[in-house]
């Protein structure tokens, strides 16, 4: 009995405002399911953030449709939950993935919790904000306490959880229950496979370089899924590595040997299928006058997108252009700035704040900062009711 486990898929995104990059997410999820149907496994667990948002364009509607569609022919079910990108924090709220269910797609909800496949037992949960945890940790000893019941049990969540992420975590690890024998996680983007409780709990990372800083993961560890054999006493785990389409050159060079060194990555990149992105520091730089438009003229055509960085003789960074999607994110440089507070509960509220507000969410943060306040700073008789 084996299984395909991916997650983070992010349909729908497009990087740095190109269509290119929309498509290649498009074109690297054909691959996997591909691959999937060609590995012929019994069925598939998608573990959230299928796509980027939680009002996919049609176009992301479609993509998955259309992958489904391929599964359903093979006779292969795949098990979902929604991750933070495609769950929208209100109640009775549903996620894009229920419009699939006659696609053979199972969501998993916080009413559907679980399912059986033949003999095995496969539970989940979407994605909680750290606030509403009291109740997801209840609601996980109960399926913890179902899945006793059963000699094989799969658990499927999209969290951060404190061993694997630095600021973003919602769970620590002793909060997971330790009786399932796989744990399909999504919501961290790079690979990880470790062992936990009697069995093995692994993130496939994301599909696709969603940020940049998930690059120096994916020359580790590659981008795709993997393939889990539930037969023996522990499940066996392979990683399937899935080529995305283009690649992302790290180029360090220097001002006084520019042109040699931009004559370099021509060479390198001249024969790639795809135009590469390209981050492109160059040192020791005296003048910047000309020095942009030097770039894209020799290397403009040949690229999907430049992210060049200056740096000064005495190392400093000459900010040139406008970065939009900068090395710092806005997520770390606000978890910087939050530090001052010295308090992992501000953090915590300022992140999620952050995640709500940059989708308009506005109700949903109203209510997290009540919540936040009620469980903080409560006083009474000091509220008006209105
Ligand atoms: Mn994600």
Redesign the pocket.
């Known amino acids: 009995m084996k299984f395909a486990h991916l997650?983070?898929t992010?349909l729908g995104y497009r990087q740095f405002g190109l269509y290119e990059r929309e498509k290649d997410f498009y074109e690297v999820f054909e691959k996997i399911i591909d691959r999937i149907i060609e590995e012929d496994v019994d069925f598939v667990v998608h573990s959230?953030?299928l796509f980027?948002d939680s009002k996919p364009s049609p176009l992301a509607l479609l993509n998955v449709q259309r992958g489904l569609m391929k599964l359903k022919n093979a006779n292969i079910p795949v098990y979902a939950i929604a991750?933070?990108?495609d769950t929208v924090l209100r109640k009775n709220s549903i996620p894009p993935q229920v419009l699939f269910k006659k696609f053979g797609l199972k969501v998993i909800s916080q009413i559907n919790t679980n399912y059986m496949y033949e003999d095995i037992f496969i539970a989940g949960l979407p994605y909680v904000p750290s606030s509403k945890h009291k109740v997801f940790k209840k609601k996980l000893s109960e399926l913890s306490k179902k899945a006793s019941n059963h000699e094989k049990s799969i658990l499927i969540l999209?969290q951060g959880i404190d061993k694997y992420f630095n600021l973003q975590y919602e769970l620590e690890i002793g909060d997971i229950p330790d009786n399932f024998n796989y744990y399909a996680m999504?919501?961290?983007?790079n690979y990880i496979n470790d062992d936990f409780g009697k069995g093995k709990l692994v993130y496939p990372g994301?599909s696709e370089i969603?940020k940049t800083n998930e690059i120096s993961d994916y020359r580790k560890n590659g981008k795709g899924f993997v393939i889990v054999d539930l037969d023996g006493n522990k499940p066996s785990v392979t990683r399937i590595k899935i080529d995305i389409p283009r690649e992302f050159i790290d180029r360090s060079v220097d001002y006084n040997s520019l042109s040699r060194d931009i004559e370099s990555i021509k060479n390198t990149i001249k024969d790639f299928d795809k135009k590469p992105i390209i981050n492109l520091t160059v040192n020791n730089v005296e003048s910047t006058s000309d020095i942009y438009e030097m770039i894209n003229e020799e290397l403009g055509d040949l690229t999907l997108n430049i992210r060049p960085k200056f740096i000064s003789p005495d190392e400093e960074n000459i900010d040139l252009i406008i970065d939009k999607e900068n090395a710092l994110g806005p997520i770390e440089v606000l978890s910087d700035r939050l530090e001052i507070y010295d308090d992992e509960n501000i953090s915590k509220l300022g992140i999620e704040l952050y995640n709500l507000l940059s989708k308009d969410m506005i109700e949903e943060s109203e209510e997290l900062i009540s919540e936040f306040y009620k469980e903080n700073f409560s006083i009474e008789n000091d509220v008006e009711e209105d």
């Open positions: 997650a983070d992010h959230g953030d980027d991750g933070n990108h999209h999504g919501h961290l983007h994301s969603w």
